[in-house]
């Protein structure tokens, strides 16, 4: 670069422009890090979004400042103003790539070496596309907005693309990975091109939908009332989020139906993709609506409008409310399941009740970040650090009036807790009343609503006042923000004293009775804090979770992990459905024959002769259960009409997050790679094909079936399917009682769960174990229904993968789970 323009003042230049984007990224990645387990989890999806933004925001704010001209007017070459963005760009990418590194192993642990490979491509596809393929779609829409949504916006296309390519088939890892490389390179070549052909013609152009949202002839929406065409203007601004809404559950579709790539391994994508809707809708919808009126330069026009301002105002809080829950909610709730039977992907990820107030409690909070940013990209950034900050506190005010309504002590309600005791003492000596404690139970839910009510009404005050003013000081944004922690606190401490008031209410209960009804509320807390400890840097991905249908604790809940033998429990409640619909009966005969059988565990495989061996239904589901064999199981799979029969049993019994396609001979073979043939059925010739497979191929095999999703499940799936079956809800009372006492005879690794079963406890568990390869094991699972001396259920579910610990060490960990769970309860 000439002397006119060195490259430290370029470099330094691009640097000023792109530091408070960075900073903003920088934090909330750390926060998350910082934060809960189920917090660093979102960290890879704050990198992704980081490396767009910044890397639209490279070329884009030449347009946001009107320095386009300037800067194409430098006498230098093309490719020197490239490479001092280019220079500049790099190295804040690879520090963040570097935080959502430690982000993930917080959420994931350190993976194994296998899979550096894989991780490493799930940062440098970002960063190839925030230095290349972002810059280019920025000059092509001219607006780093536009760039960075249509950025975004590729991988969900692509996935969409390739699902319905392969609409019979499971989606494949290195299709979705060799796509998204050659969008990368299509970029590097166009974005080049385009520099080369760029022009400063205009300083910025909006990138528009035809004829959508009243894009009418002018004359015709001259004769709407005001109103409507207020509303037409702001879905207007909305068009981009109704492109990244209809983009992003498109995406969720590719995922729910056709098993697309997860962005990390073994994680839910459809669980995923399904919060990063929700999410994604109310924060483009809020941060478009004022800020881009702003970057526009209409905003001024608009507030000089005859009409009041705080009508405009209102409108547009409305719009963005509605479209929010509008294009992020009703989607969701009319998803369907991969099987025939309709299952609601949002009963899964949230309950509509909180799901709807999260929603519009984002889309308002994002409107704030809005009215205070002067362009919708960096009301965007801004957001996401906020939400993060918000991820971390929230919590913390949950456990507060957790125990503010149990009467435990700490964090500060051991005074209420006191002052409490004695107003009721002097109230009401004897304890509180029904009738009494009822109204105080109202009160609490009927303060909750009030609380994010009055929360949202003063947010949107805050925010109108930002929308028609110049002002953007930092004084008022603290004052604002002083308002709303006073607002947050006397709220807290009105929730506290009713908690408090609550509790010690209760002295008409006995001191077991109190004690019990506190534990049970705090139990969940117990749990988490338990598992977390015991399966903190343990040498493998541990998913674990346990619940007794009120309370639940978990690690790496809505992560999953291949089943093994566990699929044997979805099977046996398929085949008790299909007796409970009268279509099978227990002691229907069925004869084994040589052809129906498996492969590896299979003691039946002993007692088939010639003539076959006789046998009855249930004592098929007995032998898959108690001793895991592989042939009864690959019996009852066929007879239901193969896994997706199954499959279809699990979607109709509200299970998600558990997964079977395929049986055991089936998922057997393929692990090791190989096609099944009947000819396996001999097991000498099977094992010969095994040992004739080369290495290689044996470690791309392995490696494949570590990051297949088929036949998985989550720990959280699995716990709800057990507490279901526990509860009776799953089956007729009298399958339930059959398959109850069925696990209880399990035979198999009974130093996994089984040996963390104190005296007095029972247990009906299924375990489920893959080999080992270059001293790697895929699955060591178990998961099963404890049953307290008082009737009481515990349903726990653990799963351990990709470890390199011994045996030994892995039971030991699950019997310390299942120890640790029960002295809890």
Not at 121 to 149: D, E, N, Q, S
Not at 315 to 337: C, M, N, Q
Request: glycine share 8%; net charge positive; with cysteine.
């Amino acid at each position: 670069m000439t002397s006119a323009m060195p490259w430290r003042v370029a470099i330094g230049k691009e640097i000023r422009a792109l530091f408070p984007a960075w900073t903003a990224f920088a934090l909330a990645l750390t926060v998350c890090i910082a934060g809960p387990r189920n917090l660093s989890s979102f960290s890879w999806v704050i990198f992704i979004v980081a490396t767009v933004v910044l890397g639209a925001m490279s070329i884009g704010h030449e347009y946001l400042h009107g320095t386009l001209s300037p800067w194409l007017a430098l006498p230098v070459s093309r490719g020197q103003l490239v490479g001092a963005k280019l220079i500049a760009l790099t190295p804040l990418l690879v520090s963040l790539a570097i935080l959502a590194t430690f982000g993930l192993i917080a959420a994931t642990g350190v993976p194994n070496a296998p899979f550096w490979p894989l991780e490493l491509l799930t940062f440098g596809l970002p960063l190839a596309y925030g230095l290349v393929v972002a810059p280019w779609l920025t000059i092509v829409a001219r607006g780093p907005l536009a760039g960075a949504v249509f950025t975004l916006a590729i991988p969900f296309a692509v996935a969409l693309a390739l699902a319905l390519l392969q609409a019979f088939e499971v989606f494949v890892l290195p299709a979705f990975e060799t796509s998204m490389l050659l969008v990368a390179g299509v970029g590097a070549l166009l974005g080049w091109r385009a520099v080369l052909r760029l022009e400063a013609l205009e300083t910025h152009r909006d990138v528009e939908l035809p004829k959508i949202f009243g894009a009418s002839r002018v004359r015709a929406s001259a004769r709407r009332h005001p109103l409507w065409a207020l509303v037409g203007k702001e879905l207007r601004l909305q068009q981009l989020t109704v492109v990244m809404a209809l983009l992003s559950f498109a995406a969720v579709l590719a995922a729910r139906w056709h098993h697309a790539l997860a962005p990390l391994r073994s994680l839910d994508l459809s669980y995923a993709l399904s919060l990063v809707h929700l999410a994604l809708v109310p924060i483009l919808a809020g941060a478009l609506a004022s800020a881009e009126e702003r970057r526009l330069g209409t905003l001024e026009s608009q507030v000089l409008q005859p009409m009041a301002t705080w009508i405009q105002w209102l409108l547009k809080a409305t719009v963005v409310v509605l479209l929010s829950l509008g294009l992020s909610l009703i989607p969701l709730a009319l998803l369907h399941g991969s099987g025939l039977h309709p299952v609601s992907v949002l009963r899964s990820v949230l309950p509509l009740g909180p799901a709807v107030m999260i929603v519009g409690e984002l889309a308002i909070a994002t409107l704030y970040v809005s009215s205070l940013s002067t362009s919708g990209l960096r009301a965007i950034v801004a957001s996401l650090f906020v939400f993060a900050v918000l991820g971390v506190t929230l919590p913390f005010l949950s456990q507060i009036n957790t125990l503010a309504w149990t009467g435990a002590s700490g964090f500060g309600t051991g005074t209420f807790q006191a002052a409490a005791e004695s107003l009721v003492g002097r109230w009401a000596p004897g304890g509180l009343s029904d009738r009494t404690t009822s109204l105080i139970l109202h009160l609490r839910d009927a303060s909750t609503l009030l609380f994010w009510v009055g929360l949202a009404l003063v947010v949107l005050r805050f925010s109108l006042l930002n929308h028609r003013s110049t002002e953007r000081g930092g004084r008022r944004v603290f004052k604002q923000a002083a308002t709303l922690v006073i607002y947050v606190l006397i709220a807290q401490v009105v929730f506290t004293s009713l908690g408090a008031v609550y509790a010690a209410g209760l002295r008409r209960l006995t001191p077991e009775e109190r004690k019990a009804l506190s534990e049970s509320m705090v139990r969940r807390a117990r749990w988490q804090r338990e598992l977390e400890v015991l399966t903190k840097n343990f040498d493998g991905r541990v998913g674990a979770c346990a619940g007794d249908g009120l309370n639940e604790g978990c690690v790496r809940q809505n992560e999953l992990f291949p089943m093994q033998s566990v699929m044997k429990l979805a099977v046996a409640v398929s085949a008790l459905e299909a007796v409970d619909d009268r279509k099978w009966r227990l002691d229907d005969e069925v004869v084994v024959r040589k052809q129906d059988l498996s492969v590896f565990v299979q003691p039946m495989a002993r007692l088939v002769g010639p003539d076959g061996f006789k046998t009855t239904t249930g004592d098929l589901v007995r032998r898959a259960i108690v001793d895991s064999d592989n042939a009864a199981n690959d019996l009852l799979v066929a007879k239901l009409g193969g896994p997706l029969a199954v499959q279809r049993t699990l979607n109709r019994k509200g299970t998600p997050g558990v997964r079977v396609d395929r049986d055991e001979k089936h998922l057997q073979t393929e692990t090791n790679a190989l096609d099944w043939r009947e000819e396996y059925l001999d097991p000498a010739a099977l094992d010969l094909a095994i040992n004739a497979v080369p290495a290689p191929r044996r470690d791309a095999a392995f490696q494949a079936y570590l990051r297949d999703r088929r036949d998985t499940s989550t720990p959280r799936g699995m716990t709800v399917l057990l507490e279901a079956l526990a509860s009776g809800r799953l089956l007729s009372p009298s399958s339930t009682k059959f398959l109850l006492d069925t696990l209880t005879q399990t035979t198999t690794f009974p130093d996994r769960l089984k040996a963390g079963v104190p005296d007095g406890w029972t247990i009906g568990h299924k375990t489920g174990t893959s080999s080992s390869w270059r001293g790697v094991t895929a699955a060591f699972n178990d998961v099963g229904v404890v049953t307290g001396p008082k009737g009481e259920t515990i349903s726990i579910a653990v799963f351990i993968a990709e470890s390199k610990a011994s045996d030994k060490d892995r039971a030991k960990l699950m019997a310390d789970i299942a120890r640790a769970i029960i002295a809890k309860y």
